[in-house]
T-cell receptor
Framework: GDSVTQMEGPVTLSEEAFLTINCTYT??????LFWYVQYPGEGLQLLLK?????DKGSNKGFEATYRKETTSFHLEKGSVQVSDSAVYFC?????????????FGQGTELSVKP | EAGVVQSPRYKIIEKKQPVAFWCNPI?????LYWYLQNLGQGPELLIR????????DSQLPKDRFSAERLKGVDSTLKIQPAELGDSAVYLC?????????FGPGTRLTVL
């Protein structure tokens, strides 16, 4: 079945460092891909998404490109801030516009130190 | 605009007791989801509703879990009896046409 694998955490970075969180997926067909973020004590929030190959999702300085050839959707940010400390989840959906379920990776905890 | 509301936020019970979680989706959202999030893991779908119809409940452990969505708005998820392994966060989400919006979750601890 469909699945998502993301790099294990925790990831600890200094402020202004470059961030990469790796995500690869297994799916039949052409799923939509997502990054969700969960700040401490809050619910999951959609960070960005891409719905077809070569699409780039971006938001709040974060970017991820849908790479069909490598089945990847790595999250990047050029300069992290302390406020980016959170847990990041990569997810896919094979029927997004029809209300299909999200399949999540296990999450990667990011800690940014001043 | 109000988001997805869940209550209670925290619940502590002893094993074999019943427990119920409530969710109020975003107004106008026809699709409602219940996800289970174990510690250190990503959420996993338990059940999905389209209006009042459960259209995907294949991952719901029906021997002890039940859910309902009366009138296609609010939903309740129940566990009876609870087991130690049910300790987790129970997330509710809703969607209109596409993006799923998540509530803050109910953290259940079974002692």
């Amino acid at each position: 079945g469909d699945s998502v694998t993301q790099m294990e955490g925790p990831v600890t970075l200094s402020e202004e460092a470059f961030l990469t969180i790796n995500c690869t997926y297994t799916a039949t067909g052409y799923p939509s891909l997502f990054w969700y973020v969960q700040y401490p004590g809050e619910g999951l929030q959609l960070l960005l998404k891409a719905t077809k190959a070569d699409d780039k999702g971006s938001n709040k300085g974060f970017e991820a490109t849908y790479r069909k050839e490598t089945t990847s959707f790595h999250l990047e940010k050029g300069s992290v801030q302390v406020s980016d400390s959170a847990v990041y989840f990569c997810a896919l959906s094979s029927s997004y516009n029809q209300g299909g379920k999200l399949i999540f990776g296990q999450g990667t905890e990011l800690s940014v130190k001043p | 605009e109000a988001g997805v509301v869940q209550s209670p936020r925290y619940k502590i019970i002893e094993k074999k007791q019943p427990v119920a979680f409530w969710c109020n989706p975003i107004s106008g959202h026809n699709t409602l989801y219940w996800y289970l999030q174990n510690l250190g893991q990503g959420p996993e779908l338990l059940i999905r509703y389209e209006n009042e119809e459960a259209v995907d409940d294949s991952q719901l452990p029906k021997d002890r879990f039940s859910a309902e969505r009366l009138k296609g708005v609010d939903s309740t998820l129940k566990i009876q009896p609870a087991e130690l392994g049910d300790s987790a966060v129970y997330l509710c989400a809703s969607s209109g046409f596409g993006e799923q919006f998540f509530g803050p979750g109910t953290r259940l601890t079974v002692l």
